[in-house]
């Protein structure tokens, strides 16, 4: 079992900056590939970046290649996103989520956060 708690997002002027956290409880945290997506009004949420359980393995939709980074740091329990050049289409709710491979934490996570409002303004 995996419970996960995201923080960092608000309201950021385009062009800025933000880094977005993502605290895990369990002490099996290491094992898990981790992922972000988001949902903007209106539309269905989307696949962001997911990185895998080791570090070795990263993946990113193509509206973020280049300005968003994930990472993860598995003695802290935590995953980061750093978004950077920030646009107005990136508005949206960001959820945090867990599953056991890549393949399943970028297509149908086991696990959920509660989201995290970025909102950016032009």
């Known amino acids: 079992q995996v419970q996960l708690v995201e923080s960092g997002g608000g309201l950021v002027q385009a062009g800025g900056s933000l880094r977005l956290s993502c605290a895990a409880s369990?002490?099996?945290?290491?094992?898990?590939?981790m992922g972000w997506f988001r949902q903007a009004p209106g539309k269905e949420r989307e696949f962001v970046a997911a990185?895998?359980?080791?570090?070795?393995?990263?993946r990113y939709a193509d509206s973020v290649k280049g300005r968003f980074t994930i990472s993860r740091d598995n003695a802290k329990n935590t995953v980061y996103l750093q978004m950077n050049s920030l646009k107005p289409e990136d508005t949206a709710v960001y959820y945090c989520?867990?599953?056991?491979?890549?393949?399943?934490?970028?297509?149908?996570?086991?696990?959920w956060g509660q989201g995290t409002q970025v909102t950016v303004s032009s």
């Open positions: 369990g002490r099996t945290f290491s094992t898990y590939a």
């Open positions: 990185i895998s359980w080791s570090r070795s393995s990263t």
């Open positions: 989520a867990a599953g056991h491979n890549m393949l399943v934490v970028t297509t149908t996570p086991g696990y």
